[in-house]
């Protein structure tokens, strides 16, 4: 089976708020990266708002997904 790409925890972080960024209501959402290194890696949202909506919660579990299939986190 071919190797996915590997990516760190910057390039995933960029990449995941690029997409975020289209939906008003993640405005004021900030994505982390949580290890381990490899394809188990997992996201987390934090916001300088007072509340996350649930929809912002929801596109970030369906662009997590999506891009674990495609990318390896970095050591």
């Given at each position: 089976?071919?190797?996915?790409?590997?990516?760190?925890?910057?390039?995933?972080?960029?990449?995941?708020m690029a997409e975020m960024r289209e939906y008003p209501e993640c405005d004021s959402a900030a994505v982390v990266?949580?290890?381990?290194?490899g394809a188990d890696w997992e996201t987390a949202l934090a916001s300088t708002g007072a509340t996350i909506d649930v929809d912002c919660q929801q596109r970030l579990a369906e662009i997590t997904n999506r891009l674990r299939?495609?990318?390896?986190?970095?050591e």
């Open positions: 089976m071919p190797q996915r790409p590997v990516k760190s925890a910057e390039e995933l972080e960029s990449m995941i990266i949580i290890g381990p290194a299939q495609q990318f390896d986190l970095a």
